[in-house]
RNA sequence: GACCCGGUAGCUCAGCUGGAAGAGCAACUGACUUUUAAUCAGUAGGUCGUGGGUUCGAGCCCCACCCGGGUCACCA
């Protein structure tokens, strides 16, 4: 039976759609065409069958509109004489109805060299079954595309009343979701869904800045420093220049030479990379969107956010609501806004700028906050804060004013030299965006360079490196900007209630196959 | 990185105290011209994640490893 080893090889069920597959060749059909242009869509089908109908407009035998549709078999129900089948496109689902009188003996038997996961095409008029579909009663039909490789489809109830879709069975294994996303996708309609929105907040987020009077830029992805945040960076090498080369791990840096420049408000959409640890927030390739603003600070940014966020949610999710697993969110501006060190005072029912650093490492080491070795006066702050406060931060919430030492590349506090201009966002306990008033003081940020510099000798391989070139840019002139960054991935997981930053990247990383 | 759970037919899973590898769906053959988790009858399909070990005998017990999920840690 089998042509050769590799055929031997195959499982049962694949061998028998190679089998198929030479049938339609001996048959004279072509198993993989070359295009196809249907007239409709299977929603437009349906919708203009239910127009005809409220309308009285059906034709003889209760007809509607005429139809060439293509799509995917993903159910088939074999009658004999008869066969009821459902197609699905990229607009959704209609059933086929193929009658062995209506489409003749020979186009009738070549439908048994087709299964469910094949692309065909099919035209005919619209009909309502006895059940209450509309169905296209098919007078004729093509393969488009033989399937060599089952779709692991489950078996679809969908409850006539509720219109609800159960589904037995299926394609559960998440590990071979994500290896191979393209079946996930073929088979769950809800998972297309999610990029559907996710490529629509784009699409707005870009609208938005785009109508602010915002330049988009591109930067280096290669860069031979990489700056503008604390990460381990991905190492790579450039053979002709000989020269190490990082990825970026942010866009930051290089968007602020731009305003140097007089680019007065650029952003940039793109993939930063951090060679960290995997979890349900943290992909090592992420998507971040940065904008950097002349003439701004950080409370003018808090003002963009807050419309930037009601611009997604109206125009792509068309309610103010944020879903974090099944709890449901409302947003309602202006945000709430915490100072980090008063939020702080208030959980320990101390003035935290009292404390010093001896007790700051006592608090945290009575509550067994991990990891505090080396930890100076505002990394103790930090983890407090991440400890007592942060888990509480549902709504969405301006965290303010971190201190100097966690925030290399932001100004100063206008009123308070410990702390600098600076905030994040969280919603739903995550943090999604991060922005400051931008240290634009060249002396200044060298000597944060350098004490970042100390903090990497001592150790911490996440301090920034000395960026001279920035510098160089700084001593040019860098008008007041404020600058932001965002997690793109994280405000989709909040917008579609997504729990995994997996369920948000179509190729999330994974461990090589074997 | 630590701990917990898992990996058995194409898919979803069961498999008792160690004693002849199972079910449903999918597939294949046949019946059925308005079905919709179609139905009915029959057939076939297995490297039990990998490699060792214990045992008369291992899907099951032991050791190591691989892969994934979860929790924690790391990650502003």
């Given amino acids: 039976m089998s042509e050769n080893e590799t055929t031997d090889d195959l499982s049962q069920v694949l061998r028998h759609r190679r089998e198929k597959l030479d049938s339609i060749i001996e048959r004279g059909i072509q198993p993989f065409a070359y295009n196809f242009t ?42 004999g004489r008869s066969v009821f089948a459902h197609m699905e496109d990229g607009h959704g689902r209609v059933q086929l109805y193929f009658r062995k009188n209506v489409i003749g003996e020979e186009s009738f038997e070549s439908l048994s060299l087709l ?14 079954t006895r059940t209450g579909e509309v169905t296209i009663q098919v007078e004729s039909w093509t393969l488009l595309t033989k399937s060599l490789r089952p779709l692991p489809f489950g078996k679809v109830e969908t409850d006539p009343e509720t219109g609800e879709r159960k589904v037995y069975g299926g394609f559960q294994d998440q590990e071979m979701r994500y290896r191979q996303r393209y079946a996930d996708l073929a088979v769950h309609p809800d998972v297309r869904d999610v990029f559907r929105t996710r490529s629509r907040v784009i699409t707005e987020l870009r609208r938005f800045l785009d109508d602010e009077g915002f330049l988009e830029v591109e930067t280096p992805v290669l860069q031979p420093l990489y700056g503008g945040a604390s990460a381990k960076p991905f190492v790579t090498h450039h053979h002709f220049l000989d020269q190490t080369m990082y990825l970026r791990i942010a866009d930051e840096l290089y968007l602020k030479r731009l305003i140097v420049g007089g680019l007065d408000r650029v952003y940039e959409i793109s ?37 930037m966020v009601l611009h997604v949610l109206d125009t792509v999710m068309g309610e103010r ?28 029912g101390e003035d935290v700028h009292e404390m010093s650093e001896a007790d700051l490492r006592a608090k945290a080491e009575e509550l067994d906050v991990p990891d505090l070795d080396g930890a100076g006066r505002g990394k103790l702050i930090d983890k407090l804060f991440g400890e007592l406060v942060e888990p509480g931060l549902v709504e969405p919430t301006f965290v303010i004013d971190h201190p100097k030492e966690l ?49 990497r000798d001592a150790g911490d391989d ?53």
């Fill in 462 to 514: 996440e301090a920034q490196q000395i960026d001279d070139d920035y510098i160089r840019a700084l001593e040019y002139g860098m008008p007041p900007t404020g600058g932001v960054g965002m997690g793109v991935d994280r405000l989709v997981m909040m917008l579609t209630g997504q729990t995994s930053i997996r369920d948000v990247i179509l190729f999330p990383i994974l461990r090589n196959e074997e």
């Fill in 38 to 79: 249907p007239t409709s869509t299977t929603a437009a089908t349906i919708t203009s069958f239910e127009v005809m109908e409220s309308a009285e407009a059906l034709g003889e035998n209760g007809h509607g509109e005429r139809v060439t549709v293509g799509g995917r078999i993903v159910g088939w129900r074999d009658m």
């Fill in 115 to 128: 299964d469910v996961s094949d692309w065909i095409g099919a035209e005919g008029p619209t009909f309502r």
């Fill in 407 to 455: 925030s290399p590349l932001a100004k100063t506090h206008r009123n308070d030299p410990r702390l600098t201009e600076r905030f994040e966002m969280y919603i739903g306990g995550a943090e999604i965006f991060n922005a400051f008033s931008e240290l634009n003081d060249p002396i200044d940020q060298r000597e944060r360079f350098e004490a970042q510099s100390t903090l």
């Fill in 321 to 348: 609501v944020i879903r974090v697993g099944d709890d449901v969110i409302p947003v309602t501006v202006p945000f709430r806004r915490l100072g980090l060190v008063s939020g702080l005072s208030e959980a320990l």
């Fill in 271 to 307: 993939k930063d990379f951090r060679n960290e640890g995997l979890s349900k927030v943290h992909n090592p390739e992420f998507t971040m969107l940065e904008w950097y603003q002349a003439f701004s600070d950080y409370e003018d940014q808090m003002d963009l956010v807050e419309r």
